[in-house]
T-cell receptor, first 113, second 112 residues
Framework: GAGVSQSPSNKVTEKGKDVELRCDPI?????LYWYRQRLGQGLEFLIY????????KSGLPSDRFSAERTGESVSTLTIQRTQQEDSAVYLC???????????FGPGTRLTVT | GENVEQHPSTLSVQEGDSAVIKCTYS??????FPWYKQELGKGPQLIID?????GEKKDQRIAVTLNKTAKHFSLHITETQPEDSAVYFC???????????FGRGTSLIVHP
């Protein structure tokens, strides 16, 4: 079946611009996660959605970062006034709650110039 | 919160050799330990996982062992092949949290 998809695959933007990244989870998966992965680094948790519950935003690095999810479907991660340190791969994962297995998308590589 | 340490950061082996990657965790409430393989330019892919009620799990050439007393778990790959070359991440979660803590990754290089 279809896996997690993300778009765009690559995004180059100028410092100070806003960007929006999209994630389409596996159908039926109620949990959705966003992570940031800097070059050669591990996965940094950003935000977690579970069904209609309030999201866990404890990993968002600043108020320039926000995310939304419509029901149990698409999610968008928005970064306002991008900075060079925002350059990274942004990964989305979904899972069948309450199970813990996460399935990752291919990521969006964001480059801020 | 949980802290996961992963070693080594780089592992180079000859094809056919075994590879072992080790992780330690700090939160004794953690009860689920997945391992992910990430190939260049792709997202991580779950390859094997273990829950705290078992000590070992095998899937063909891959095995994971868990020592809850010592709070460490390991990934074992036997008869390595060049296509095993990738970055491997361990993670730990549980204790009521659905947010995993990841290790920093191990770059495995299998030389033909």
């Amino acid at each position: 079946g279809a896996g997690v998809s993300q778009s765009p695959s690559n995004k180059v933007t100028e410092k100070g611009k806003d960007v929006e990244l999209r994630c389409d989870p596996i159908s039926g998966h109620t949990a959705l996660y966003w992570y940031r992965q800097r070059l050669g680094q591990g996965l940094e948790f950003l935000i977690y959605f579970q069904g209609n519950s309030a999201p866990d935003k404890s990993g968002l690095p600043s108020d320039r970062f926000s995310a939304e999810r419509t029901g149990e479907s698409v999610s968008t991660l928005t970064i306002q006034r991008t900075q060079q340190e925002d350059s990274a791969v942004y990964l989305c994962a979904s899972s069948l709650a309450p199970s813990y297995e996460q399935y990752f998308g291919p990521g969006t590589r964001l480059t801020v110039t | 919160g949980e802290n996961v340490e992963q070693h080594p950061s780089t592992l180079s082996v000859q094809e056919g050799d075994s590879a072992v990657i080790k992780c330690t965790y700090s939160d004794s409430a953690s009860n689920y330990f997945p391992w992910y393989k990430q190939e260049l330019g792709k997202g991580p892919q779950l390859i094997i996982d273990i829950r705290s009620n078992v000590g070992e799990k095998k899937d063909q050439r891959i095995a994971v062992t868990l020592n809850k007393t010592a709070k460490h778990f390991s990934l074992h790959i036997t008869e390595t092949q060049p296509e095993d070359s990738a970055v491997y991440f361990c993670a730990a979660l549980g204790g009521g949290s659905y947010i995993p803590t990841f290790g920093r990754g191990t770059s495995l290089i299998v030389h033909p």
